[in-house]
C-alpha cells in the first residue's frame, strides 16, 4: 500500500451536532478534489439512519464517502479498531491524489485517529463498579485523593469532578502496579503521521444552535425516526448498541409507553443540547483548531473554510 506523502494536507471537520458539518464538508471535497471520511460512531451501523442524520443518498452520490454503513447492527468498534481502518481509509484517498476530510462529532473517535490511543490494561468492570459506588457516596473528590495518593502527576492532569477519567486512571494503577504518568513515558501514543492536519472548527452562536438542535430532533420525529427505531427492536431486541443512542433511546421509551411522544422528543432534544455542550468543551481541549463563527451549510462560512484549506494547499 502506497505511503501518503509527507506534506499531504488532512482536512478536519469538527464541531457539535446540527452545526452543519456535513454541508460543510461536502462543500470543501467538492471544491478541492477530496473524499469524506465519516468521524460518528453511530452512523458507522447500518440501518440507523434517521436519527443518524446521514448523508443523504445524493449527498453520498456527489462525493465519495467513507465508513458510514460498515458495521453490522449487532456488531461493535472500537475507538483504537476505528482509528486502525481510519488510518488505513486515509493513506489510500492520499494514495489517489485526493484530499480527505474528516468530518464527525465523536471526539474519542477523532482522537484515536489522530493522536491514536494508550491501551492501557485490561478494564475491570468489578473495580469500575466498586470506584462508582465511592464516587456516588463520598463524591468525585474522594476519588480525586485516591488517584493523588497513587500518581499525584496524573492526579494534578485531571479534574476532581471528572468521575470517569478519574476511574480509569485508578484503574490503570492499581491493575498495572505503576503509576499512570509512567506508563505514558514507556508507552505514550501513536500519532498519525505522513500527513499536515487543518484542523476546522464551526462554532455557532448557542441558542441559535439550540433552536437548530431542536429543530432538527423535531423533524427526526416527523419522518420516521419512532417507526425506524420499532423495525429495529423487532429486529434485535436490546442487543443493538446504537439503540441507546440519542433519539433512539427516546423513541424507545415511546415505544414501550415509559413516555408521551411530546415528552420523548422533549427529552431529545434536551440531550443533543447537553450533548452538543459536551462535545464543544471536548472540541476546546483540541489543538491548533481554526475556528470558524457559524454554521457549515451557509455560503460565507463555507467560502472561509475552503480559503483557508486553498492556503495550506499552497503551503
Known amino acids: 500500500m502506497a505511503s501518503a506523502k509527507p506534506d499531504s494536507l488532512l482536512v478536519v471537520v469538527l464541531g457539535p451536532t446540527a452545526s452543519g458539518k456535513t454541508a460543510l464538508s461536502i462543500a470543501l471535497a467538492e471544491q478541492l478534489n477530496g473524499e469524506i471520511v465519516n468521524c460518528d460512531s453511530v452512523a458507522m451501523y447500518r440501518e440507523f439512519d434517521i436519527g443518524t442524520a446521514k448523508p443523504t443518498p445524493e449527498e453520498r452520490a456527489r462525493i465519495r464517502h467513507h465508513l458510514l454503513d460498515c458495521i453490522e447492527p449487532l456488531g461493535h468498534i472500537t475507538a483504537g479498531e476505528y482509528a486502525r481502518q481510519g488510518r488505513q481509509v486515509l493513506q489510500e484517498i492520499s494514495a489517489r491524489g485526493r484530499l480527505p476530510v474528516v468530518v464527525g462529532g465523536t471526539g474519542l473517535y477523532l482522537r484515536a485517529l489522530l493522536d491514536g490511543l494508550f491501551a492501557g490494561p485490561q478494564r475491570s468492570e468489578e473495580l469500575r463498579e466498586r470506584l462508582r459506588e465511592k464516587a456516588e457516596n463520598r463524591g468525585s473528590a474522594h476519588l480525586a485523593r485516591i488517584l493523588k495518593r497513587l500518581d499525584s502527576s496524573a492526579a494534578a492532569k485531571i479534574h476532581p469532578h471528572d468521575t470517569p477519567k478519574l476511574i480509569r486512571a485508578i484503574e490503570v494503577c492499581l491493575a498495572s502496579r505503576q503509576k499512570l504518568t509512567d506508563l505514558w513515558e514507556q508507552h505514550g501514543r501513536d500519532p498519525l503521521r505522513g500527513f ?114 486553498a492556503h495550506e494547499l499552497t503551503e
Open 196 to 309: 499536515r492536519i487543518l484542523r476546522l472548527g464551526l462554532d455557532a452562536e448557542r441558542q441559535a444552535l439550540y433552536d437548530r438542535i431542536n429543530r432538527r430532533a423535531e423533524k427526526m420525529f416527523e419522518t420516521g425516526l419512532v417507526e425506524e427505531t420499532g423495525l429495529l427492536l423487532t429486529k434485535y431486541g436490546d442487543s443493538a448498541w446504537p439503540l441507546s443512542s440519542l433519539g433512539y433511546k427516546q423513541a424507545v421509551q415511546l415505544i414501550r409507553g415509559q413516555l408521551t411522544r411530546e415528552d420523548a422528543l422533549q427529552a431529545a432534544q434536551q440531550a443533543h443540547r447537553n450533548y452538543a455542550k459536551r462535545q464543544m468543551t471536548w472540541f476546546r481541549r483540541e489543538p491548533d483548531v481554526h475556528w470558524v463563527h457559524g454554521f457549515g451549510d451557509e455560503p460565507q462560512i463555507q467560502s472561509q473554510a475552503a480559503a483557508l484549506c
